[in-house]
Nanobody
Framework: QVQLVESGGGLVQPGGSLRLSCAAS????????MGWYRQAPGKQRELVAS???????NYAHAVKGRFTISRDNGKNTVYLQMNSLKPEDTAVYYC??????????????????WGQGTQVTVSS
């Protein structure tokens, strides 16, 4: 089974920085994209940033210029460097994977997976 293990969340003051990591493991044949979503209390989950296997990136308008997404293809790991954090960045951040995988002999093409989420709190 595919697993996504996230790390790096925590409490930081406004203007501070955090780096999130997400490592994917399991029977993964091909990764199409990895990304980060976030969900604040009472709000819908929203895309923060994504990166394709070819390195093309996409950012939410609210984080452009402050957040940077990157990947280590050899380690199936995606990172989110978050700088100049604001209180409105407070949310649970979820890692997302789009990949071809297999489990118990069944092939799953172009399937989506989610991490367990990591809390990011920006407060003084």
């Amino acid at each position: 089974q595919v697993q996504l293990v996230e790390s790096g969340g925590g409490l930081v003051q406004p203007g501070g920085s955090l780096r999130l990591s997400c490592a994917a493991s399991g029977s993964i044949f091909r990764i199409y994209a990895m990304g980060w979503y976030r969900q604040a209390p009472g709000k819908q989950r929203e895309l923060v940033a994504s990166i394709t296997s070819g390195g093309k990136t996409n950012y939410a308008h609210a984080v452009k210029g402050r957040f940077t997404i990157s990947r280590d293809n050899g380690k199936n790991t995606v990172y989110l460097q978050m700088n100049s954090l604001k209180p409105e960045d407070t949310a649970v951040y979820y890692c997302n994977l789009i990949a071809d995988t297999s489990y118990s002999g069944t092939y799953y093409p172009d399937n989506a997976y989610w991490g367990q989420g990591t809390q990011v709190t920006v407060s003084s």
